[in-house]
């Protein structure tokens, strides 16, 4: 049986979210408030045996390196409002904490490294992370972190990748929900998974409908990159290079 790591004494907020829920209480009550809020908030984030932790903030949307790769990604949040005190809460953030935030980033990303590497928890509402192996702390729904193995994480990642993520406007594959995704990983047990999932990409019936300049292995690689949350390894800090997802058929 494989040994799991102890859970890390550091967690890794993800700050975004905490920013959000704070700037949009703030529209209602008193802004003058707002570094109770975030306090009241992180009371309720970090998990019992934390020491320090680390706020997670993403690079903005148009920076994204997965623009680069699929530049619908999250186009269908362009033009939606945000919370009035947004930016107020973020600086506050960046001004009492320690913060991290890294050009082309993603929140996700940072909590997805920090995770993998099992230097902190990583503390988020956000289902998606259960695609990075690591501890992991749902404060909405768990009393304790989890820890999820690197057979797990894959395994969610592949069934995002087919899937998709209609809110971030990451089609997948056509009428691919993650029940029938898992379905056909089940059916594919002892075959060339990765491989048919980009089979998958190049065949008509599952191709998504919607106007595409992307088709076969491209089409499938950018929906892969975009749903995949970065691992210890995958940035290099001293470049500032990504290294990007490389399938591996045929093992």
């Given at each position: 049986m494989e040994k799991i790591p102890p859970c890390p004494t550091m967690a890794a907020i993800d700050a975004d979210i905490v920013a959000y829920r704070v700037a949009f209480r703030a529209e209602s009550d008193d802004p003058a408030f707002i570094p109770q809020m975030i306090e009241e908030c992180l009371e309720n984030w970090l998990p019992a045996e934390t020491d320090e932790f680390t706020m997670c903030l993403s690079c903005s949307r148009k920076d994204n390196y997965r623009r680069e790769v699929w530049p619908r990604y999250k186009m269908s949040r362009e033009g939606q409002p945000t919370p009035e005190y947004l930016s107020e809460v973020r600086d506050?953030?960046?001004?009492?904490?320690?913060?991290?935030?890294?050009?082309?980033?993603?929140?996700?990303?940072?909590?997805?490294?920090?995770a993998s590497g099992y230097e902190a928890v990583s503390v988020t509402i956000d289902k998606d992370l259960r695609c990075v192996?690591?501890?992991?702390?749902?404060?909405?729904?768990?009393?304790?972190?989890?820890?999820?193995?690197?057979?797990?994480?894959?395994?969610?990642?592949?069934?995002?990748?087919?899937?998709?993520?209609?809110?971030?406007?990451?089609p997948g594959l056509w009428r691919i929900g993650h029940k029938r995704a898992r379905s056909f990983l089940k059916k594919w047990e002892g075959e060339d998974i990765i491989q048919n999932i980009i089979d998958m990409y190049s065949d008509k019936k599952?191709?998504?409908?919607?106007?595409?300049?992307?088709?076969?292995?491209?089409?499938?690689?950018?929906?892969?990159?975009?749903?995949?949350?970065?691992?210890?390894?995958d940035y290099d800090i001293i470049t500032n290079e990504i290294d990007l997802w490389v399938p591996k058929v045929g093992v």
């Open positions: 506050y953030m960046f001004d009492v904490y320690n913060c991290e935030f890294i050009d082309r980033l993603e929140a996700d990303d940072i909590l997805g490294m920090r192996p690591g501890w992991h702390f749902n404060p909405d729904k768990e009393d304790a972190p989890v820890h999820i193995t690197e057979e797990e994480a894959d395994e969610f990642f592949l069934v995002q990748w087919m899937a998709g993520d209609s809110t971030d406007t990451i599952y191709i998504p409908k919607h106007t595409c300049d992307l088709e076969d292995l491209d089409l499938a690689l950018a929906m892969a990159r975009c749903v995949r949350i970065l691992r210890n390894g």
